[in-house]
């Protein structure tokens, strides 16, 4: 399969104020994990070891006076929009519970 680069100029707003902001993943290949965080193990999908690390997640539209579509935005451009860290957000959501 080829990859292709393309540029896409509009706007984002975020519709799901309750999805979660944040998950665990393989600190190499970042894929996601059952592991609790801080936890050893070997990752299922890249098969290195490795420890579970939080990694920030934010779903949102972009959208342009035309159409909009679905995006998911990782790491650390999530990371810039939501204005925090994975790790704030859990200490965050820690104090609320």
Excluded: W
């Excluded at 970042?30 to 193990?41: C, H, M, P, Q, V």
């Excluded at 959208?63 to 790790?87: H, M």
């Amino acid at each position: 399969m080829q990859r292709s680069t393309y540029l896409v100029r509009g706007k984002f707003r975020m519709v799901d104020f309750h999805q979660s902001f944040h998950y665990v993943s393989c600190e190499n290949c970042n894929k996601a994990t059952g592991y609790d965080l801080g936890e050893n193990f070997i990752c299922y999908s890249c098969k290195n070891a490795a420890i579970a690390r939080a990694r920030c997640r934010v779903y949102l539209d972009v959208y342009d006076d035309t159409t909009s579509t679905p995006v998911v935005i990782f790491g650390s451009l999530a990371e810039e929009i939501l204005g925090c860290t994975a790790v704030d957000l859990i200490d965050r959501t820690d104090e609320v519970r």
